[in-house]
């Protein structure tokens, strides 16, 4: 007796693998457009952090450059058109050294290398009762006022004496092994803020507020609004910047003879301008 097993092959019908085959196809379309979606993000994150790098690299290159040319005319020759412009009484060193008046003012000058370093004629100076002459700040309409003559990036210089601290040397700024009462030579130390910015990416005006005509002395500025100092208001006005502090000591030699030879013989007199 034989026994037979009978089999039955169920057919799909053809309409089903067409829905079935076009499900994967949509399934690798969804995929492939994600995958191109993630690209172009990528791509567009990548091209900001590179604008990112190169503009924080331009506003660092700009704002180092005024303070290598104020540090090469200081340290240079006392016989240079530049020297005589910043130790002079109009310049931003002579105006606190050679006047007993201006302990609290801030300096401020417009970085204009294309015309010349600095300007006695353009200067601006803040004074603690709020008064100030107004020809030294930068103007981002002025062209004459950018670095270069692609009209990029501008710096404005501040300059101030270095408030009193607690840990700073007692009589640090006196010539040694003199008294008080024959100094004939003294030492003044300067805050210097070089400020760059791209006017192009945003107005330096917050409002009715020129943000180059703020203060760059934080210990001045009210605690409650940052947007009173040059720095806080240009990043509350969407301006990229970036500021460098500089702290520098210069030496008033009007009356000091420079000895050699362990104090043995005779220098030059540095002489000061009388105005």
């Known amino acids: 007796m034989s026994n037979y097993q ?142 270069s003559s692609r009209n990029t990036s501008m710096t404005q210089v501040n300059v101030s004496l270095t408030p009193p601290n607690a840990e700073n040397e007692a009589f640090g700024s006196y010539s040694i092994g003199q008294g008080s009462s024959l100094i004939s030579s003294k030492a003044f130390m300067f805050d210097i803020n070089s400020t760059a910015v791209l006017p192009a990416y945003g107005n330096t005006k917050l409002g009715n507020i020129d943000c180059f005509k703020q203060t760059s002395r934080l210990h001045t500025a009210s605690a409650a609004d940052y947007t009173d100092t040059i720095g806080g208001c240009m990043a509350e006005a969407g301006v990229p910047n970036k500021i460098i502090y500089e702290m520098a000591d210069v030496e008033n030699q009007s009356l000091r003879t420079k000895c050699v030879d362990f104090g043995e013989g005779a220098g030059l007199l540095c002489t000061l301008p009388s105005s």
């Open 6 to 147: 009978r089999y039955q092959r169920s057919i799909v019908p053809p309409s089903s693998q067409q829905g079935a085959v076009l499900i994967v196809v949509l399934l690798f379309l969804v995929l492939i457009i994600l995958g191109g979606v993630i690209a172009v993000k990528q791509s567009s994150t990548d091209l900001k952090l590179a604008t990112s790098d190169q503009i924080n690299a331009l506003l660092l290159q700009s704002a180092d450059n005024a303070n290598q040319n104020i540090e090469q005319s200081i340290n240079g020759s006392s016989d240079s058109d530049a020297y005589d412009a910043m130790i002079s009484r109009g310049g931003p060193f002579g105006h606190f050294i050679l006047s007993d008046y201006s302990v609290e003012n801030e300096y401020v000058f417009c970085f204009r290398p294309r015309d010349q370093l600095f300007n006695v004629n353009k200067t601006s100076i803040i004074t603690p009762d709020g008064s100030l002459t107004s020809t030294g700040y930068c103007d981002s309409t002025e062209s004459n006022d950018y670095i």
